[in-house]
């Protein structure tokens, strides 16, 4: 199952809200520092924030 699951890949990564509003933040990276991290090392485009809060 893991096999199966491993070779699906999405067409967009999400980090949440939460994450990139983060207070306080991560002291070793921003947010907008991890997407590029993360679509470096997958070639997966990341988008910041799933919905605005009100």
């Known amino acids: ?13 999400y980090l949440s809200s939460c994450l990139v509003n983060a207070k306080p933040g991560c002291p ?3 947010a907008e520092e ?13 988008k910041l924030k799933t919905h605005e809060y009100h």
């Open 1 to 13: 199952m893991a096999a199966k699951i491993s070779e699906i890949k999405p067409d967009e990564i």
């Open 28 to 30: 070793y990276a921003t």
């Open 34 to 46: 991890m997407a590029k991290i993360i679509e470096k090392k997958t070639g997966i485009k990341v």
